[in-house]
């Protein structure tokens, strides 16, 4: 990718994940733990498991705080795992033993106590996966984003204008270069991977500027940017198998973004803008990547 913004259509080749092997097995599809949900917001938890699922991860884990997550996940995402984090005081230790190929957080935790814990926690492992940081998590991290550079691994952050106005510490105007520079500013900021959601997502690698062609008004809605987020744990989650080098942070992040408004331009075409809801961009993926890889 140059250094000009790139158009959707342009790079639409490289923005579908590779296929698997005839004799994959899910772990080959990749493992992603999600540390999403809480009790006021379990719906996050949802959205971004059925999502990587849909997606292809091979196994979806959601780490929950909250008992209440324990009885719920399983009726919504019956094919995820659950990881018991309800009532741990050190997580650290819980999250050092895992082994997985890539990891979403933020959806959906709240911005108390005990998410703020979690994600020190999180940072203070030694884990070097793909991390995917959104909502709560950005909020969390908004006074020092820089600490960010400490993760060992690539990272993705997937701030809205609010959000990435909180990192920068100054408000993002609408209008595209103003958004073309705040997600440069963001990536160099963090040394994240900078996914600036809204109208025309900016994806931000340095200078390196992906510019997206999908998507349309009907996904101004409440849980779109998690669905995004589990996504793109799952296309991460390819990049942390290594098996497939050629398929970087970068490609996942471009990919997530361009399927993400794709699927909700289905939705749209089958509902109506006005009645979107999230779970219709989890309906209507798999018909997204299936033209995208066409």
Known sequence: MSA?????????????????????????????LCLVGSRLMPGAALLVARAAQRAGAGLVTVGCQDEELLGLVPTGAPEAVLLDLAGREAPTLVLEQRCD?????????????????????LFSCTLACPLVLDADAL???SRAP???RAW???????????????????AVPSDDEARLAAARQLSQRTGAIAVLK????????????????TGNAGMAT????DVLAGILGAYLALCG??????????????????????????????????????????????????????
Request: glycine share 12%; proline share 6%.
């Open 101 to 121: 190929h890539a990891l979403v957080c933020g959806c959906g935790l709240g911005q108390g106590d005990r998410a703020r814990q979690l994600v020190e926690a």
């Open 222 to 225: 409440a849980g779109a940017g």
């Open 241 to 294: 198998t290594g098996a497939f080098p050629r398929w970087t942070p970068l490609d996942a992040a471009c990919a997530a973004v361009r399927v993400h408004g794709l699927a909700g331009d289905v939705a749209a075409a089958h509902v109506g803008r006005r009645a979107l809801i999230a779970s219709d961009l989890v309906t209507w993926l798999p018909s997204a990547q299936r033209r995208l890889e066409g």
């Open 152 to 170: 060992r691994g690539p990272v993705v952050i997937t701030p809205h204008p609010g959000e990435a106005a909180r990192l920068l510490g100054r």
């Open 4 to 32: 000009e913004p790139i158009r959707g259509r342009e790079e639409q080749r490289d923005l579908v994940p590779p296929a698997l092997r005839d004799d994959a097995h899910k772990g080959d599809a990749g493992r992603l």
């Open 139 to 141: 909020n969390l991290l």
């Open 198 to 213: 809204g109208h025309r997502t900016v994806v931000a690698q340095g200078e390196r500027v992906y510019v997206n062609d």
């Open 146 to 148: 820089e600490q960010i």
